[in-house]
């Protein structure tokens, strides 16, 4: 055989790789399955958790997930009464057709997370939802601590219709709260939020006319008339509070686990590939 038909023959043949290089060629393909598999557990592990509870109507609406609900009452102080089946767990879970409880002068109930953190992102990142008609205005203090210390300064809130019903059939009204009324800068989080009832509606005696301690009654929405012969038959109807700005959620641990076990993975085929 010439040399040049030699030289043909390699040219135009088969190539064989040396074991080297194929080695290097497979470590390549088994990186990038890693970086795949590890990715795909990130996503899973974050979007296993996305909105899984829609709330409200065609005047508001919001998909929460469905751990963005206060989850322990640390404190009250309830002179109302709790309606159409509501309960202290009722209004932990989400679900606005599980009554709710009214909420009057001097009321307050303090609630904590604890599986997510609240943070103050762009516009309102906390809703309280509220029953009645017409919607009821709420006051609202927060805190960035669990133990019911270093609430701020109280502020007031109306609510409005969201298009929507709650248990019994009575509007469901929303306040949307944003954490940079009460001071807090971007990305600030807090841990606790605690609401106070409002009074909105008083049946009073009259000064005469027919009926009532004194003859006649009437009925106003301003808790200046509250008097000795005035009774409360409205307040702030409590159903629900939830987080409109929550962090991304934490893996699982065992998901925690593949992800690091992909990553030491990873951290080996790369040391082989430069060794």
Same mark, same amino acid.
Request: net charge negative.
């Given at each position: ?7 043909? +023959? ?6 064989? !790789? ?24 990130? =996503? ?17 609406? +919001? ?22 089946? #509501? ?69 007031? &809130? ?13 509007? !469901? ?28 509606? &008083?049946? $009073? $005696? ?7 301690? %004194?003859? %006649? ?7 200046? &008339?509250?008097?000795?012969? $005035?009774?409360?038959?409205? #307040? ?5 509070? %939830? ?23 990873? %951290?080996?085929?790369?040391?082989? =590939?430069?060794?």
């Amino acid at each position: 055989m010439s040399g040049d038909a030699a030289v043909n +023959h390699v040219v135009g043949g088969p190539q064989v !790789l040396k074991p080297s290089k194929r080695r290097e060629k497979e470590m390549k393909r088994k990186v990038l399955v890693a970086v795949f598999l590890v990715s795909a557990v990130i =996503l899973l592990g974050s979007v296993s958790k996305a909105g899984a509870i829609l709330i409200g109507g065609d005047k508001w609406s +919001h998909d929460f997930d469905d751990t963005a609900f206060v989850d322990e009452i640390i404190d009250k102080e309830v002179n109302g009464f709790y309606w159409e089946g #509501g309960s202290d767990a009722g209004l932990l879970n989400g679900d606005v057709g599980d009554g709710g409880v009214a909420l009057l002068d001097d009321d307050y109930i303090s609630f904590i997370f604890t599986d997510n953190t609240v943070f103050n992102g762009a516009g309102a990142d906390l809703a309280v939802f509220e029953a009645g008609l017409p919607a009821e205005d709420l006051i609202v203090s927060v805190s960035p601590f669990d133990d019911n210390t270093g609430w701020t300064t109280t502020l007031k &809130y109306d609510s409005t219709y969201t298009g929507a019903e709650a248990a019994g059939g009575y509007n !469901l009204n929303v306040a949307l709260i944003d954490l940079s009324d009460f001071g807090f800068a971007e990305g600030d989080s807090i841990s606790a939020v605690k609401i106070f009832g409002i009074t909105s509606v &008083y049946k $009073c $005696c009259g000064r005469g006319g027919k009926g009532g301690m %004194g003859g %006649g009654s009437k009925t106003v929405k301003d808790p200046s &008339y509250k008097k000795k012969c $005035c009774k409360s038959i409205g #307040g702030t109807d409590l159903v629900a509070i %939830g987080s409109l700005n929550t962090e991304v959620p934490v893996p699982e641990p065992g998901t925690l686990l593949l992800i690091g076990t992909g990553l030491v993975g990873l %951290g080996l085929m790369n040391r082989k =590939l430069k060794g």
